[in-house]
T-cell receptor, first 109, second 113 residues
């Protein structure tokens, strides 16, 4: 079957760094997306990885290892506005996004 | 348009009634997706359109749910004989193609009493 595994909740301090891990099992693979979702709002795109390695975009970086079925999202210089849920979503062989429940990130001052 | 829009933003209905939810995708996006999301969960896939046709409707939970996209732009999700378990936020997303990022609308919060 298809499965996404992420921690349910994480807490970090403003100004610090946090890494949100994701392991996945899908029928085929066509890349992996990370989305951010603030409470009561729609998901917004953060990153897309299709090849192994690290993609950096400002304070956010995303890493992919296809052989391990593993990705992580790294958030640096955390700000209070980064409090949100972070959803890891691989794209399967039918080009469908497979969604987990996401990781709720709480930032404390 | 500037982004994906959905109407209504909120819909309260009674059990057994019929509802229609509308999605206006970003102009030129050929792919359109419907999801529903319950509190604390990720989006649950319902249906995917490529152009006017439903390329994948495997996520529709039963035959009370139906969606159309007659001109390859606006889409309507139709739910017949609503049940309390249908209460959720219904999200629409569009993208230029199936392997591009999906842009989400603000969602319609459906409450079935």
């Amino acid at each position: 079957g298809q499965n996404i595994d992420q921690p349910t909740e994480m807490t970090a301090t403003e100004g610090a760094i946090v890494q949100i891990n994701c392991t996945y099992q899908t029928s085929g693979f066509n890349g992996l997306f990370w989305y951010q979702q603030h409470a009561g709002e729609a998901p917004t795109f953060l990153s897309y990885n299709v090849l192994d390695g690290l993609e950096e975009k400002g304070r956010f970086s995303s890493f992919l290892s296809r052989s391990k079925g593993y990705s992580y999202l790294l958030l640096k210089e955390l700000q209070m506005k980064d409090s949100a849920s972070y959803l890891c979503a691989p794209l399967d062989s039918n080009y469908q996004l497979i969604w987990g429940a996401g990781t709720k990130l709480i930032i404390k001052p | 348009g500037a982004g994906v829009s959905q109407t209504p933003s909120n819909k309260v209905t009674e059990k057994g009634k019929y509802v229609e939810l509308r999605c206006d995708p970003i102009s030129g996006h050929t792919a359109l997706y419907w999801y529903r999301q319950s509190l604390g969960q990720g989006p649950e896939f319902l249906i995917y359109f490529q152009g006017t046709g439903a390329a994948d409707d495997s996520g529709l939970p039963n035959d009370r749910f139906f969606a159309v996209r007659p001109e390859g732009s606006v889409s309507t999700l139709k739910i017949q004989r609503t049940e309390r378990g249908d209460s959720a936020v219904y999200l629409c997303a569009s993208s230029p193609g199936p392997d591009n990022e999906q842009f989400f609308g603000p969602g319609t919060r459906l409450t079935v009493l």
